[in-house]
């Protein structure tokens, strides 16, 4: 899986499962970095106080981040211990092949099911006693909706 695949598949899966601005970016600071390193290493080993540092986030919501991408297997991680000097490794998955996004199985649907009505949301207006010849054709008014940013 490339570099560009991998992002796609985290855009796919944030369209499903809707992370956070913190998620986002420590996430891409992870491919970021293995992109970095040439891809040469499967786990990456990163410190957790200058994770915190680069990413901008506390070490409460490190810990929420992290978790949250390695349950939907976008990472894995082994946390480093209590040392200093002891550093987490992190392992950017890639996606299976065929996923199970939706175990559950689809509704039934309507066997008729009714169109949508069609909402136009511009007038024609067509002159009906033109005085020159540019004003015989039709001309287009915009309806307004009744919103602030009608003017």
Known sequence: M?????INNFWWM???RGFNGNETRLY??????SNRLFWKAEWIEYGDEKMIANVGIS???LRASRNKLKEVYLIDFACGGQGRRV???YQIL???AN????PNPRPKLDPNPQPLPYYNKTKIKTNTNPTSKDERFSKREYVTSGS???E
Do not use: A, C, G, W
């Not at 996923?99 to 939706?102: E, S």
């Open 2 to 6: 490339n570099y560009l695949e991998l």
């Open 14 to 16: 944030d369209e499903q």
């Open 28 to 33: 891409f600071f992870l491919l970021h970095l």
């Open 59 to 61: 070490s409460d919501v």
């Open 87 to 89: 550093k987490t490794r």
């Open 94 to 96: 890639t996606p299976n």
């Open 99 to 102: 996923p199970i996004t939706n």
């Open 148 to 150: 602030d940013f009608d």
